[in-house]
């Protein structure tokens, strides 16, 4: 599994690169940077903003990608907070790892694939889409309720004690 989870982290991280790249070429100066509920645009502003908050993001992917890395090979894990650590350690250490490696890629690939979708669906209400379209919100509310599960899933069952 955590192969699985390591190459969608690395898909939803190039597909995000890729929406970054296409949007320093395409986007025109003024661009949407907020939307309600509706996808009604409710805020304008320079591209520059909505750059800076997509380069926040790709960072940020990028940043869990190597937490991830490092943690699944010889980072500490002092600053790695799990229920029973003490059981975890240093008996299944290779296990608690794997999980938390694989849990660090799979929270990055939800949010690297929200923030795309989001981001496309600004784009599109750029180049003259009246709203935001369905699509990017049904993308961007399904990937909250698949993080809000992944959360979920750790918290309570994931980092149980070892078997």
């Known amino acids: 599994m955590g ?3 390591r190459v969608l982290w690395w898909l939803a991280t190039l597909a995000l690169v890729g929406i970054f790249g296409y949007a320093v ?5 003024q661009v949407p940077m907020h939307v309600d509920l509706a996808g009604n645009v409710t805020e304008w502003g320079d591209k520059t903003g909505l750059l800076a ?12 990608g190597w937490l991830a890395r490092g943690i699944g090979r010889s980072m500490s894990l002092d600053f790695v907070n799990v229920p029973s650590k003490d059981r975890w350690l240093p008996d299944h250490e290779a296990e608690l790892r ?3 490696s694989t849990d660090l890629y799979a ?8 923030i795309g979708a989001l981001t496309l669906g600004m784009v ?3 180049h003259g889409a009246p709203t935001m379209p369905s699509w990017a919100t049904i993308a961007g ?6 993080l809000l599960i992944q ?3 750790m918290i309570t069952v994931r980092y149980r004690s070892p078997g």
Do not use: F, N, Q
Request: net charge negative.
């Open 3 to 5: 192969d699985l989870v």
């Open 25 to 29: 070429w395409a986007l025109p100066s």
């Open 53 to 64: 908050g997509l380069a926040t993001g790709v960072g940020s992917s990028v940043l869990v």
């Open 98 to 100: 794997e999980r938390v």
């Open 107 to 114: 929270v990055g690939a939800i949010t690297s694939a929200m």
């Open 124 to 126: 599109a209400i750029a």
């Open 141 to 146: 509310i399904g990937c909250v309720v698949v």
């Open 151 to 153: 959360v979920v899933v």
